[in-house]
């Protein structure tokens, strides 16, 4: 195992370890993290951006095959602007229009706690912004 692979698998088992207090989290076959909370699918994959920069990057999709509407649109563009953790993204696609919310940190050393934390506060966003386009 190169030196980028055993670092990413360890920060990953990091990652896992502090979602476990909250969540229920799959392996994949090539190490990434899969999980949900409430309806919203996530993954977090780990990599080496330069020598000594390990970073998570965290990806949940928020909503998917929405109508393409240019006043949901508005409201997810204007959700955005309010300051989130991550970013939230509309990818149009046939059926419509997907909704993401993406974001990566560097995470080499963070402690269990914090990085949970984190973690656990870009996917409750991810969540309450479904809330507000799906339900809302």
């Known amino acids: 195992m190169t030196t980028e692979a055993a670092d990413t ?3 990953l088992a990091a990652a896992k370890d502090a979602l476990e207090s909250y ?12 999980f949900k909370h409430s309806d919203v699918p996530c993954v977090v994959q ?6 000594g920069l390990l970073v998570l990057s965290l990806t949940c ?7 393409d509407d240019p006043k949901l649109a508005a ?3 204007e959700r955005a602007g309010q300051g989130l953790f991550g970013t939230l993204g509309i990818v149009h696609n046939e059926s419509g229009m997907d909704v993401t919310l993406r974001y990566a ?32």
């Open 9 to 11: 698998a360890e920060l």
């Open 23 to 34: 969540l229920d989290v799959q392996v994949d076959d090539d190490g990434t993290l899969t």
């Open 46 to 51: 780990a990599m080496r951006l330069a020598d």
């Open 61 to 67: 999709v928020v909503a998917w095959d929405l109508p």
């Open 75 to 77: 409201v997810v563009a």
């Open 105 to 136: 940190f560097p995470a080499q050393g963070l402690d269990p706690a914090p990085l949970g934390t984190l973690l656990m506060l870009v996917v409750s966003t991810a969540s309450q912004v479904r809330s507000e386009i799906v339900d809302g």
